[in-house]
Nanobody, 116 residues
Framework: QVQLVESGGGLVQAGGSLRLSCAAS????????MGWYRQAPGKRRELVAT???????NYADSVKGRFTISRDNAKNTVYLQMNSLKPEDTAVYYC??????????WGQGTQVTVSS
């Protein structure tokens, strides 16, 4: 199994920045893509950004140019640098890891709140 632990959430004013971290442990050798998703109250969970094991990235249109996903394979950690935050970025942010032949692994989530 893979365990994911997120950190770095908090309360920030609009225009501010936060950096989320997600540390993976367990059967990490089999992890391919990792990503960040978010879920706001009353809304469905949505993709924020993903990164492959080779470093290729993909972003939701709503965060392009503001968020950056990165990955340190030596530390088994994926990061999400969030700049120019907006109130609509307020959500619980979840880390995700994909492995072949296994169900996706999810972290417990970290709250990000952006005040206007």
């Amino acid at each position: 199994q893979v365990q994911l632990v997120e950190s770095g959430g908090g309360l920030v004013q609009a225009g501010g920045s936060l950096r989320l971290s997600c540390a993976a442990s367990g059967s990490i050798f089999s992890i391919n893509d990792m990503g960040w998703y978010r879920q706001a109250p009353g809304k469905r969970r949505e993709l924020v950004a993903t990164i492959t094991s080779s470093g290729n990235t993909n972003y939701a249109d709503s965060v392009k140019g503001r968020f950056t996903i990165s990955r340190d394979n030596a530390k088994n950690t994926v990061y999400l640098q969030m700049n120019s935050l907006k109130p609509e970025d307020t959500a619980v942010y979840y880390c995700n890891a994909l492995r072949p032949f296994f169900a996706p692994a999810w972290g417990q989530g970290t709250q990000v709140t952006v005040s206007s």
